[in-house]
């Protein structure tokens, strides 16, 4: 597979600050890449940039072979944009809206109709297409905007938080709409979220940024993979586990942190990849007491993000930058 973007020692700066900085990395066609971070991280300034909106202090960006830069209209006939504040006019329909974008497209009237309708369809709002807008639920507006991204068919699609606000349910509706996109092929996407479990869910590869740089890059079960020692045991023991069972847990060369949860439960960090059943086994038996079950929790991408970051990744105090943003009509 060819890459559809590729970033290579890309820099934004404002003044003093550094807002993304030398960042270097590629998305092959028919991926989706996740770009993680916490707020103020820099993720919304290299969409930004990757979409013609905003001017690299330095190094280069390319959209289906296209320079960011110097190739703008290029560009944007190859991307569509999902930003992370809602964008949906209320007074317009479903139908309505679809066909102004479309317009701006240079599509002809039956041409607009006939994907107007199949994007609606594939979004669940057809039997919505005569309603205004500002009377749909919030997922409602946010799959409207999705078909409205698709409306001129582009190769490669920017979602910048596509799902903060949203209740559980209409995030696993946007989860499912855009695995499907994947699924058919043609359509390389790329996310821009704080969420862990959505970028673990959607995501084939992802970058996590943090400070303006790349501080790792895999597939989320390679990024899983890196943290050493971070496999988590809890234990449930049949009595109530007292301070010298617990001690004695910690002594064990396995162990690197042995935790009581709870009066019967015990959960344990451990050192390495070996397991140390036994060694709880005859402690437990020495004490009078007996594991009644155990079970085994992997890393997670927020034990990733602690790895390489220190810290979680809503610990980081928001900044916000307002740019100038120029017409995508120029």
Same mark, same amino acid.
């Given at each position: 597979?060819?890459?559809?973007?590729?970033?290579?020692?890309?820099?934004?700066?404002?003044?003093?600050?550094?807002?993304?900085?030398?960042?270097?990395?590629?998305?092959?066609?028919?991926?989706?890449?996740?770009?993680?971070?916490? !707020?103020?991280?820099?993720?919304?300034?290299?969409?930004?940039?990757? !979409?013609?909106?905003?001017?690299?202090?330095?190094?280069?960006?390319?959209?289906?072979?296209?320079?960011?830069?110097?190739?703008?209209?290029?560009?944007?006939?190859? &991307?569509?944009?999902?930003?992370?504040? !809602?964008?949906?006019?209320?007074?317009?329909?479903?139908?309505?809206?679809?066909?102004?974008?479309?317009?701006?497209?240079?599509?002809?009237?039956?041409?607009?109709?006939?994907?107007?309708?199949?994007?609606?369809?594939?979004?669940?709002?057809?039997?919505?297409?005569?309603?205004?807008?500002?009377?749909?639920?919030?997922?409602?507006?946010?799959?409207?905007? %999705?078909?409205?991204?698709? %409306?001129?068919?582009?190769?490669?699609?920017?979602?910048?938080?596509?799902?903060?606000?949203?209740?559980?349910?209409?995030?696993?509706?946007?989860?499912?709409?855009?695995?499907?996109?994947?699924?058919?092929?043609?359509?390389?996407?790329?996310?821009?979220?704080?969420?862990?479990?959505?970028?673990?869910?959607?995501?084939?590869?992802?970058?996590?940024?943090?400070?303006?740089?790349?501080?790792?890059?895999?597939?989320?079960?390679?990024?899983?993979?890196?943290?050493?020692?971070?496999?988590?045991?809890?234990?449930?023991?049949?009595?109530?586990?007292?301070?010298?069972?617990?001690?004695?847990?910690?002594?064990?060369?396995?162990?690197?942190?042995?935790?009581?949860?709870?009066?019967?439960?015990?959960?344990?960090?451990?050192?390495?990849?070996?397991?140390?059943?036994?060694?709880?086994?005859?402690?437990?038996?020495?004490?009078? !007491?007996?594991?009644?079950?155990?079970?085994?929790?992997?890393?997670?991408?927020?034990?990733?993000? %602690?790895?390489?970051?220190?810290?979680?990744?809503?610990?980081?105090?928001?900044?916000?930058?307002?740019?100038? &943003?120029?017409?995508?009509?120029?």
């Amino acid at each position: 597979m060819m890459p559809a973007v590729v970033v290579e020692h890309l820099t934004k700066k404002f003044g003093d600050f550094i807002a993304d900085d030398d960042l270097t990395f590629s998305v092959l066609e028919g991926e989706i890449f996740g770009i993680l971070g916490p !707020n103020g991280a820099g993720k919304s300034t290299l969409i930004r940039m990757l !979409n013609t909106l905003l001017k690299p202090t330095s190094g280069r960006a390319l959209v289906m072979g296209h320079d960011v830069a110097s190739h703008t209209a290029q560009v944007r006939r190859e &991307i569509g944009v999902i930003p992370q504040a !809602n964008t949906v006019d209320g007074d317009l329909t479903a139908l309505e809206s679809l066909d102004l974008y479309a317009r701006f497209y240079g599509m002809g009237r039956k041409e607009r109709k006939e994907r107007a309708r199949e994007l609606l369809e594939a979004v669940g709002l057809w039997e919505w297409r005569d309603k205004p807008a500002g009377t749909y639920s919030g997922g409602m507006r946010r799959r409207l905007e %999705i078909a409205r991204g698709l %409306i001129h068919r582009p190769r490669v699609f920017f979602l910048d938080e596509p799902t903060t606000g949203l209740d559980p349910q209409s995030r696993r509706v946007i989860w499912e709409l855009l695995e499907t996109l994947r699924a058919q092929g043609g359509l390389t996407i790329l996310i821009c979220t704080h969420y862990m479990d959505e970028a673990d869910r959607l995501c084939d590869r992802l970058a996590i940024i943090d400070h303006g740089k790349i501080v790792a890059l895999g597939s989320p079960a390679e990024l899983k993979e890196t943290v050493p020692g971070q496999d988590r045991l809890t234990v449930q023991f049949v009595r109530e586990v007292d301070d010298e069972l617990l001690g004695e847990l910690k002594r064990l060369p396995e162990i690197r942190e042995a935790v009581r949860e709870a009066s019967h439960t015990v959960r344990v960090v451990l050192a390495s990849d070996a397991m140390p059943l036994e060694g709880i086994m005859e402690i437990s038996r020495a004490r009078g !007491n007996k594991v009644k079950s155990t079970s085994l929790v992997e890393p997670t991408l927020d034990d990733v993000f %602690i790895h390489y970051t220190g810290r979680g990744i809503r610990d980081e105090a928001t900044e916000e930058y307002h740019y100038a &943003i120029p017409s995508l009509m120029r």
